[in-house]
């Protein structure tokens, strides 16, 4: 199973390449802490949740210990999903442009109007 998917898209002033170039350099759990690179908004949200993230919900960077406001972070978390596999992630986003990129600890899928962050089951495990 997927069990999330980050929907992200680029703030302004920061390029879709850029994005994308961060995400697949994403190998560990303090990936937000790259040299040069800001933080990634990394929310803590039950994937059931499809409201909007409440104003007063805490916010961590990806090691998930250090507060980050979400003004001063550099990308945008859309929504969490769940998917029950990659392939059910790629049909609920129709685009012929959707492309699994290199495999790693995560998948990161460029579609034309989002970019996925994918974190498999077993990657959240222990």
């Known amino acids: 199973m997927v069990k999330l998917v980050l929907l992200k898209k680029p703030r ?14 994403v190998h560990g759990p303090h990936n ?8 990634t908004l990394s929310v803590q949200v039950d994937p059931a949740e499809e409201d909007a993230i409440p104003e007063d919900r805490e916010h961590y960077d990806s ?7 979400p003004a001063d972070t550099r990308y945008d978390t859309l929504e969490i999903h769940e998917f029950d596999s990659i392939d059910d992630l790629i049909a609920a986003h129709s685009t012929d442009h959707s492309e699994e990129a290199e495999q790693g600890l995560h998948d990161v899928i460029d579609f034309e109007d989002e970019i996925a962050f994918v974190v498999r089951d077993e990657q959240l495990e222990g």
Request: a negative charge; glycine letters at 10%; charged letters at 30%.
């Open 63 to 69: 090691s998930g210990t250090v507060p980050v406001d």
């Open 12 to 25: 302004e002033g920061v390029s879709r390449d850029e994005l994308i170039d961060y995400l697949r350099t």
């Open 32 to 39: 937000s802490q790259l040299p040069g690179v800001d933080y």
